[in-house]
């Protein structure tokens, strides 16, 4: 019996990844520098989604063994950057971000990733919106 509900369960976690869903997703940032007195949009990708996570209610070592916290995490990413038009000398005006390539579930490195996402403010401009910056 129990060789017979292999092929399921084998199918079942080949499936979790797709089901569950971490890839590239479109993503746009509004970029602005209160020096620079405008905001630019910019439109890059992202890795977002879902990743297979289990925690077991045993304590000690035993329990760690079952533990699975993975995340959706880059798994290639390039740097571009943009100038910030309007921006007196004194201020920089190069903004770099970044554009996801490739993503995959994975355990988050804390020395490479952010693992806890917290809304900082709204993803709208306060100052003039300039224009639209395609990656």
Not at 42 to 67: E, K, V
Not at 76 to 93: F, I, N, Q, T, W
Not at 99 to 111: L, Q, W
Request: charge should be positive; include cysteine.
């Amino acid at each position: 019996m129990g060789f017979v509900a292999l092929p399921h369960i084998l199918l079942f976690f080949s499936a979790a990844g797709v089901l569950l869903g971490c890839s590239l997703r479109n993503f746009t940032l509004h970029v602005e520098k209160p020096e620079c007195g405008r905001c630019m949009v910019i439109n890059t990708t992202i890795c977002s989604g879902m990743c297979f996570s289990q925690d077991s209610n045993l304590r000690g070592l035993m329990g760690r063994a079952f533990l699975i916290q993975a995340v959706c995490v880059y798994q290639s990413v390039e740097y571009r950057s943009v100038k910030l038009p309007g921006c007196p000398a004194h201020a920089d005006p190069l903004f770099v971000y970044p554009i996801a390539r490739g993503c995959h579930c994975s355990k988050c490195n804390t020395v490479r990733n952010e693992c806890v996402h917290t809304l900082r403010r709204s993803h709208t401009c306060r100052l003039k919106q300039l224009q639209t910056t395609d990656q």
